[in-house]
């Protein structure tokens, strides 16, 4: 699929595809951190173990990566925003089943229909974030990670506000919010990006896949603590319900502030010093969850992992869109960004795999050793860094 060649939208339609996308990203956050907040109340409810948790959580990452496959097919035919909508349809009946499910096998099946919608939503809209970045000539896709975190900070926000309220009626009017972007000014179809690699086109996936294991290492991070930093305060700390979302909120507001500043710090320091820095301050924070002795503490601690680690997906897209396009003119470069980037999405889930299976595995006793494998595990971003150790791309008009 190529980019039709049509006139160049006006700067306010412009602007509003790009506050669309936008808000795309954020009821992605809002929806799947309204979801991981409530999980403590869904063990309880259902009578689950955190090894069934784990077997859950591993049947949406697969059902996740499917649903990012499927995305790719369908925008070849319907066009991305087609496809994002449909996600969004998917994502909220998957909602509302998890929410008003009467026994456990429509829980799971709603979790099932909820996975295989997050995955096509997260393809569908990165399609749209690449296509409407082209239009603008410059890096803005860190802003639209910081979009999905402001969503799940409202997320956060309301499931404090509502602990008391029942799941069918905390979830239900966030699935309507979800329906109501299916009339959001999304780019067309002609304006999608190709999602496929041009004949003879020759992509450095060496250094690709290095910049894919960086994003591994954050998404493992960041599942782990979105998916069971309430179930840590609960099961470690025995915190009263409406303490629990208290471990996703700071670590939110924390990544959004460091996404805000991060513009400025890579500009300062250099992506590689501050993704060096920040994995050993990762490792610091997640120590402290480790061995807390207290929620307070615990909560302190995912508040700094987040301020650490938030920079490392937006940097690797940026930083794969790099490495992608160059020394290629303009219509080359486009081709081979869009097609890499359309791809790289899927180490969202090999990390998300790490982060909320792998943890609840080794944590199926206690959840101290579970956050044990990502303070490890993040480490490896030291030798991964030196990938980011790239040239900034030639603006395109």
């Not at 493992?220 to 409406?242: E, Q, R, Y």
């Not at 650490?308 to 470069?333: C, M, Q």
């Not at 081709?335 to 899927?346: E, G, L």
């Not at 993040?378 to 790239?390: E, S």
């Amino acid at each position: 699929m190529r980019i039709a060649t049509t006139a160049a939208p006006t700067a306010a339609g412009l602007a509003r595809h790009r506050a669309a996308v936008a808000a795309a990203f954020a009821v992605q956050g809002l929806l799947f951190i309204s979801l991981t907040t409530r999980l403590p109340r869904f063990q309880d409810r259902w009578d689950l173990s955190e090894l069934f948790v784990s077997g859950l959580l591993l049947m949406v990452v697969l059902l996740a990566g499917a649903g990012s496959a499927l995305a790719e097919l369908a925008a070849t035919r319907r066009g991305s925003a087609t496809t994002l909508r449909v996600g969004f349809v998917l994502q909220a009946l998957g909602l509302a089943a998890v929410a008003g499910a009467p026994q456990r096998g429509v829980f799971v099946g709603g979790l099932a229909l909820y996975g295989l919608g997050l995955g096509v939503v997260d393809a569908a809209s990165n399609m749209q974030a690449v296509a409407v970045e082209h239009r603008y000539g410059r890096t803005i896709l860190p802003s639209f990670h910081g979009a999905w975190t402001a969503g799940g900070i409202v997320a956060t926000v309301v499931t404090i506000a509502v602990t008391q309220v029942g799941l069918l009626a905390g979830l239900l009017p966030l699935c309507a919010v979800a329906l109501i972007l299916l009339a959001a000014p999304l780019l067309p179809a002609s304006a999608d990006p190709p999602v496929t690699t041009a004949p003879g086109l020759d992509v450095p996936w060496r250094k690709i896949l290095l910049l894919g294991a960086a994003m591994v290492l954050f998404y493992m991070v960041d599942t782990a603590a979105t998916t069971w930093g309430p179930v840590f305060l609960k099961s470690v700390h025995d915190a009263p319900d409406w303490l629990l979302p208290l471990a996703t909120l700071p670590y939110l507001v924390a990544s959004l502030a460091t996404r805000l500043a991060g513009d400025a710090a890579v500009a300062r320091v250099g992506a590689v010093s501050l993704l060096r820095g920040g994995a050993v301050v990762a490792c610091g924070a997640l120590a402290v969850i480790v061995f807390s002795p207290s929620w307070w503490v615990a909560v302190l601690g995912f508040t700094i992992l987040g301020g650490s680690v938030a920079v490392i997906a937006p940097l690797s897209f940026s930083a794969a869109a790099v490495v992608a396009g160059g020394g290629l003119d303009p219509e080359a470069r486009r081709a081979r960004v869009d097609a890499v980037i359309a791809r790289f999405n899927q180490f969202n889930y090999v990390g998300g795999l790490l982060g909320a299976v792998l943890t609840g595995v080794v944590g199926s006793q206690s959840l101290r050793p579970g956050f044990a494998v990502p303070m490890v595990l993040i480490l490896a971003i030291l030798p991964l860094a030196g990938a980011f150790r790239t040239e900034p791309a030639t603006r395109q008009t």
